[in-house]
């Protein structure tokens, strides 16, 4: 990286911490700075937004002639609490709340507020659960749990199959644009005003689900709280954002923390325009994205690591592309998985080719139940996956666990629990109040903790080997991902009370299809998985990997090319694409036991000899 060339100015908020230690090991960290006030429910700011930007526009989104459908403040505000009226007079509460079953749009954002104003929960609930899923179990589990009083869907025909499955009879579906004028049309009345009067800080704003170590959803209580809370955490530590009004244009889904919690509030709190992107980093949905970035020149560019990956070779290639994209973007922000250094630079190298500039680029660390900005950076960084510190008002707590240092939180963004389900709640929570995040953290330098720290792993996904030594799933996995980029999409270690490690890897097939030119561009999974280039690749790239290894703890002994992608209906993947570790070795036993056979099938790559 080349640090002489100059930082894009961009001021970031304090960060002076104060660190104790206690007797049993544990350390505690909080900011020295306090946190500020905060408003007691987020549409004070839609209401000082229209009164004071009326005309500026809030939200945008792709309408069919190709142009931009867009709604300023002033008009959202009173289609909101039309919609508001509308759930009033059905007489919706926290036991018949809303249930969202489509993606982002225009609507789903009126409805969202317009609950808020009414003072009645909504959930937002991942499409994948109605489209993807065969069985609908999860999509079931939920409407248990929430019984809905009105489910919302974009396009019924779309998501005719899921509302019929599992929708009871008598619970009103609102679905299409023009039942959705049903809620709209309804004229604000006095009723809206004494409804939205009695929504405060403890009132649940939403119940977003986010899926445990059984797959089996579990529903996150949202608070106002929490999210004005968060609001003011993230424009202290980036208070750039109240220097000018921030344009992001993105395409994380609503129903997780990420784009609902984090990217709607920031752009509502800070009187923002929010684009809605139609595209997503996959094949077919990235050219939709680099559309829009051709057109849409944003102050903040926030995404998952994935994202930026899919869009570099769009930028390497586009003069015209880099220089609208980098012309105003203040910070580059990537958040629900690890970022391979080899992007981190390479962003960092197209930034300072097209405007002479760096761009910061910065991560933090939070959950849904942290609504979720908890730690982030307020420096420079040099490397990928550095977390930073805790946030004003949040308050860390590092406890020593199986070699690591366990991150636990507490703070007035932090969820009171999860809806109808006490026994999770509780078992969430320490004997402080603190809430058991379930990731380690490691420190930057421990000599100096104002450094922050990086993100160490999931403590539940690693594991001991028959020599009781412990393996670090989690920065395995990410030096896996990284040396065989771009040919792996996601890789599952092996090895609990086995005397090596081993891995089940997912490849990435449109890379994989790369090497084998001799095989059809729709070659199926098992004639890529299958071919000889392929196999060699992995070959190479594992060897590779074992002749860097410094112990049993990160040497991978052997590995199967998968065929099959993960389930969902079976608990292997989450609605966001991340895996549930568990959940595949168990499904998978019989492959894991190949692994390590005496005498394995031609499916094993042997990279080094694994004990019989």
């Known amino acids: 990286m080349t640090t002489a060339t100059p930082v894009r100015d961009v001021h970031l908020g304090p960060d002076e911490i104060t660190l104790t230690r206690s007797a049993d090991g544990s350390m505690y960290m909080r900011t020295v700075d ?35 459908r867009k709604i300023a403040y002033r008009e959202f505000r009173t289609l909101a609490r039309n919609v508001a009226q509308a759930l009033i007079n059905r007489g919706l509460s926290a036991d018949r709340p809303v249930a969202i079953l489509s993606s982002n749009d225009i609507e789903q954002a009126l409805l969202s507020f317009g609950a808020m104003y009414a003072g009645v929960p909504y959930a937002p609930i991942s499409p994948a ?40 009879p008598g619970t009103e579906v609102v679905a299409g644009t023009q039942a959705f ?50 609001q003011v955490m993230i424009a202290t530590c980036l208070p750039f954002l109240m220097d000018e009004p921030p344009v992001i244009c993105e395409w994380m889904p609503w129903h ?46 926030l995404g998952v690591p994935k994202g930026f990956e899919a869009l570099i070779p769009f930028l390497r290639s586009d003069r015209q592309l880099r220089e609208r994209f980098f012309s105003r973007v203040k910070l580059l922000w990537y958040a629900g998985a690890g970022l391979s250094q ?101 420190f930057v330098d421990e000599n100096r903790p104002g450094e922050g720290f990086f993100f160490d792993g999931r403590m539940a996904e690693d594991f001991k080997l028959s020599t009781g030594t412990w393996v670090s799933v989690g920065p395995l ?48 999974a098992p004639e890529v998985v299958a071919s000889a280039p392929v196999r060699a690749k992995f070959q190479d790239l594992l060897k590779e990997l074992a002749a860097s290894s410094t112990g049993s703890s990160n040497r991978i002994a052997r590995a199967i090319l998968l065929e099959d992608a993960p389930s969902i209906d079976s608990h292997e993947v989450t609605d966001k694409g991340s895996l549930n570790q568990g959940a595949i070795l168990r499904n998978r036993a019989a492959l894991v036991e190949e692994l390590y056979s005496p005498k394995p099938s031609a499916l094993v790559l042997k990279i080094v000899k694994t004990a019989p």
């Open 477 to 524: 996995r990410a030096k896996f991902l990284s040396h065989c980029s771009p040919y792996v999409q996601d890789v599952v270690i092996a090895g609990h009370d086995r005397d090596d490690v081993t891995v089940l890897v997912f490849p990435a097939l449109d890379a994989c299809r790369q090497l084998c030119p001799e095989l059809p561009k729709s070659a199926p």
């Open 342 to 442: 080899h992007v981190f630079d390479e962003l960092d190298a197209l930034s300072i080719e097209t405007c002479g500039e760096r761009i910061l680029m910065l991560t933090g660390l939070g959950s849904t139940e942290t609504a979720p900005f908890a730690l982030a950076p307020r420096r420079e960084v040099a490397k990928a996956g550095m977390v930073g510190v805790p946030g004003p008002g949040v308050e860390l707590k590092l406890v020593p666990n199986m070699g690591k240092l366990e991150a636990r939180l507490r703070g007035p963004n932090i969820t009171p629990g999860y809806w109808r389900q006490e026994e999770l709640t509780r078992a969430a929570f320490d004997e402080e109040g603190f809430y058991k995040l379930g990731d380690a953290l490691r």
């Open 181 to 230: 004028s049903q809620l709209a049309d309804v004229p604000a009345t006095r009723d809206v005003d004494q409804a939205h009067a009695k929504v405060g800080a403890d009132t649940i704003a939403k119940i977003l689900f986010t899926s445990g170590s059984t797959g089996v959803p579990k529903g996150v209580i949202n608070t106002q709280k929490m999210w004005c809370s968060n």
């Open 34 to 68: 306090a946190l500020g006030p905060y408003p007691t429910k987020l549409t004070e700011r839609l209401d000082y937004w229209a009164e004071h930007a009326p005309d500026r526009t809030f939200f945008a989104q792709r309408a069919p002639d190709g142009g931009w």
């Open 129 to 168: 659960y109605s489209l993807i899923s065969s069985d609908f179990a999860k999509l079931r589990h939920i409407f248990g749990l929430l019984t809905p009083g009105l489910v919302f869907a974009a396009d019924r025909a779309r998501y005719s199959r899921a509302i019929d499955a599992v929708v009871p």
């Open 256 to 301: 997780h923390t990420f784009g609902g919690n984090h990217d709607v509030g920031l752009i509502v709190y800070n009187g923002g325009t929010l684009y809605i992107d139609d595209g997503d980093p996959m094949p077919g949905g990235i050219e939709k994205t680099v559309r829009n970035l051709r057109e849409i020149a944003t102050t903040f560019y």
